[in-house]
């Protein structure tokens, strides 16, 4: 079974802290995606990465980075948390070859932002 | 701009009756449909998809129909149990790479 792991499942952090979320899959998987998932606005994605060292925008990239050093892990950052980013945060990671659809999800991080 | 919805938020179902979730978009250049079920403290979990050069799609105890006329699309769940009480999202992938567009969920509920 594939396995994506998040490194928290609740984090609580101050307003200008930098937060680091950190995710990581077994399954060898080239794409990797992070989103924030907020009562009734769904899944929304703020990066994906195709392969080790890229990366490209989402639909909400602002207030966040993300670094990808190694195939199988994929870190959010927040350079300066702010309370608008209280949030779910979904890891999720897919092999090129899946349809172009199939994303296996982590279990989450809530964050929130004090 | 261009979306994926659901027409309710929420669906009261009668444990062992069928349920249907209902899902509009609006982008014609979407090629590729996904349902999601995602429960109480867990990440979504792929239920079932369907490309679009298909009407229908059946799995275990779910079907999934599209309607590209009306841009429409449906997951059927039959005989609803209490273990289906969960989240349900659609998805859309709109062109070649591999993002996926979601909606905004539905939480369905079973009523024993």
């Known amino acids: 079974d594939v396995k994506v792991t998040q490194s928290s499942r609740y984090l609580v952090k101050r307003t200008g802290e930098k937060v680091f979320l950190e995710c990581v899959q077994d399954m060898d998987h080239e794409n990797m995606f992070w989103y924030r998932q907020d009562p009734g606005l769904g899944l929304r994605l703020i990066y994906f990465s195709y392969d080790v060292k890229m990366k490209e925008k989402g639909d909400i990239p602002e207030g966040y980075s993300v670094s990808r050093e190694k195939k199988e892990r994929f870190s959010l950052i927040l350079e300066s948390a702010s309370t608008n980013q209280t949030s779910m945060y979904l890891c999720?990671?897919?092999?090129?070859?899946?349809?172009?659809?199939?994303?296996?999800f982590g279990p989450g991080t809530r964050l929130t932002v004090t | 701009g261009e979306s994926v919805g659901l027409h309710l938020p929420t669906l009261s179902v009668q444990e062992g009756d069928n349920s249907i979730i209902n899902c509009a978009y609006s982008n014609s250049a979407s090629d590729y449909f996904i349902w999601y079920k995602q429960e109480s403290g867990k990440g979504p979990q792929f239920i079932i998809d369907?490309?679009?050069?298909?009407d229908k799609r059946q799995g275990q105890r779910v079907t999934v129909l599209l309607n590209k006329t009306v841009k429409h699309l449906s997951l059927q769940i039959a005989a609803t149990q209490p273990g289906d009480s969960a989240v349900y999202f659609c998805?859309?992938?709109?062109?070649?790479?591999?993002?996926?567009?979601f909606g905004a969920g539905t939480t369905v509920t079973v009523r024993a």
């Open positions: 369907i490309r679009s050069n298909m």
């Open positions: 998805a859309e992938n709109r062109g070649s790479d591999y993002k996926l567009s």
């Open positions: 999720a990671s897919s092999p090129p070859a899946s349809g172009r659809g199939e994303q296996y």
